[in-house]
């Protein structure tokens, strides 16, 4: 598991350096999640209009699967935390949508990715941000602090899963809710897939069975459970992580095509305890 967060680290940490250095090839022509073509996961999450008033970093450096603050409404003056918030992007919009009397926590391990998302905050002039260091296993903020937790293509790289949403549970007030984009699976996936460090920072091999996700923000404590696939991969689409993991594509392909998909994953913390 140290292995997969290391990997995860050091792939997002040189996304972020390419970025703030202004490297060709840098995170959205150097791949979604770390590694292969981003295409065919990062294409077309945000609108026009959202990335207008962004720094242009902090779209560049997006390396999501979704775009989560569509997913759920944000009041005048709620909390939001963002899980492995990279450049910075969803805290940002999010920030803007509380307004000045709300704020947007964002929270990465990764230096160089904070130190991009702060860059970004800066010159976008948001105030209403805080960036912290840590893990989304072991979140640094207290109990019921926060209104909503959203999250963009980032419980799929956690080696501990359950872990996760047990956190995010604590640190919701009552009646907060869970708003996160990710790629979940359907099916059984070959075990060669499920052993590729490689795929799992590419976002594939950590993906949730949808089944499972479901099980586990119920054991979690949370209610009204909803996923909803918005985008589902051909295994043509992921032939570049395969091959860059040194697997055979073309015997795997049948067994994985259709198998991956983006997903809009909402639930909530119940307003009391049953």
């Known amino acids: 598991m140290s292995d997969i967060k290391d990997d995860v680290k050091r792939r997002y940490g040189k996304a972020a350096l390419d970025v703030l250095q ?81 704020k947007a926590y964002g929270l990465d ?56 949403p047990r956190e995010a549970f604590r640190v919701l007030r009552t009646g907060g809710r869970l708003a996160v984009s990710d790629i979940v699976s359907e099916g059984q996936m070959p075990p060669e897939v499920r052993r590729s460090a490689e795929l799992w920072v590419g976002c594939l091999a950590g993906a949730l069975d949808a089944g499972e996700f479901r099980r586990l923000l119920a054991a979690a404590g949370f209610t009204d459970v909803d996923i909803e696939p918005t985008r589902v991969y051909r295994a043509e689409d992921a032939r570049p992580y395969f091959e860059g993991a040194g697997l055979a594509f073309e015997a795997l392909a049948p067994l994985v095509d259709g198998k991956f998909m983006a997903a809009f994953v909402r639930a909530r913390k119940p307003a009391r305890a049953d």
């Open 109 to 164: 391990m990764t230096d160089e990715m904070l130190a991009l998302a702060r860059a970004n905050a800066a010159k976008a002039g948001v105030s209403n941000v805080e960036f912290l260091k840590g893990e989304i296993e072991s979140i640094p903020l207290p109990d019921g602090s926060v209104d909503v937790v959203i999250s963009n293509c980032v419980i799929n790289l956690s080696a501990d899963k359950g872990a996760v």
């Open 22 to 102: 202004n490297r060709p090839g840098s995170c959205c022509g150097g791949g979604s999640c770390g590694s292969g073509d981003p295409s065919f996961i990062t294409a077309n999450l945000y609108a026009a209009g959202e990335a207008a008033i962004l720094p242009e970093a902090a779209v560049l450096a997006s390396l999501g699967c979704g775009n989560p603050t569509a997913l759920i409404e944000l009041r005048e003056g709620e909390v939001v935390l963002d899980l492995g918030s990279g450049g910075g992007i969803d805290v940002l919009l999010s920030a803007r949508r509380v307004g000045p009397t709300g």
